[in-house]
Antibody, heavy 124, light 110 residues
Framework: QVQLVESGGGVVQPGRSLRLSCAAS????????MHWVRQAPGKGLDWVAV????????YYADSVKGRFTISRDSSKNTLYLQMNSLRAEDTAVYYC?????????????????WGQGTQVTVSS | QSALTQPASVSGSPGQSITISCTGT?????????VSWYQQHPGKAPKLMIY???NRPSGVSNRFSGSKSGNTASLTISGLQVEDEADYYC??????????FGGGTKLTVL
């Protein structure tokens, strides 16, 4: 069965960096686009970034562009989110999620499987 | 990338039908048939309920249906059940190749 397991969250000071990982299993990882979505405490879902099935296309929300980088390693079935210059407003649970198909465009928010999330807290 | 607009809350009684609206612009909801809906129970990950405006994933009850008119998409839940009480989010593809979510709607089943 499909499993997505996020890791790498924690408490970090403003301006510092953190790298999140999402280990995928139960499906052919290299065939599907992947998204990161976050949710601040008591708030709604916030789309963060997408990477196409082959890693050739990457798109970001304006709020993280230039600070966050999405990547994937199909040899390890793992999705990453490198987060630099972290701010208090980046505090959230970060979810990785799988696209429902390899079909274009990769930014379609048809996310059929989600991980349980990893908490990121940015605080001094 | 402004969030799509949803009502903060809706409510209904068991057996009734409710509709949640999701308003965007011609750059997102109105420009593509790529609207999806998610159900989220407290402390849980979101669950895909509708994709591409009106399609249901396998396993989702046919009590859930979606539609779109212009820049506004809608999710209708018929025959409300207690277990439908949750937060609901719409999402759309945008003309900047990105995604965007709505602010969320809390459904209360009275």
């Amino acid at each position: 069965q499909v499993q997505l397991v996020e890791s790498g969250g924690g408490v970090v000071q403003p301006g510092r960096s953190l790298r999140l990982s999402c280990a995928a299993s139960g499906f052919t990882f290299s065939n599907y686009g992947m998204h990161w979505v976050r949710q601040a405490p008591g708030k709604g879902l916030d789309w963060v970034a997408v990477i196409s099935y082959d890693g050739s296309q990457k798109y970001y929300a304006d709020s993280v562009k230039g600070r966050f980088t999405i990547s994937r390693d199909s040899s390890k079935n793992t999705l990453y989110l490198q987060m630099n210059s972290l701010r208090a407003e980046d505090t959230a649970v970060y979810y990785c999620a799988k696209r429902d198909s390899s079909g274009a465009p990769p930014g379609k928010v048809n996310l059929d499987f989600w991980g349980q999330g990893t908490q990121v807290t940015v605080s001094s | 990338q402004s969030a799509l607009t949803q009502p903060a809350s809706v409510s209904g009684s068991p057996g009734q039908s409710i509709t949640i609206s999701c308003t965007g612009t011609s750059s997102d909801v109105g420009g593509y048939n790529y609207v999806s809906w998610y159900q989220q129970h407290p402390g849980k990950a979101p669950k895909l309920m509708i994709y591409d405006v009106s399609n249901r994933p396998s396993g989702v009850s046919n009590r859930f249906s979606g539609s779109k008119s212009g820049n506004t998409a809608s999710l209708t839940i018929s025959g409300l059940q207690v277990e439908d009480e949750a937060d609901y989010y719409c999402a759309s593809y945008t003309n900047r190749y990105t995604g965007v979510f709505g602010g969320g709607t809390k459904l209360t089943v009275l």
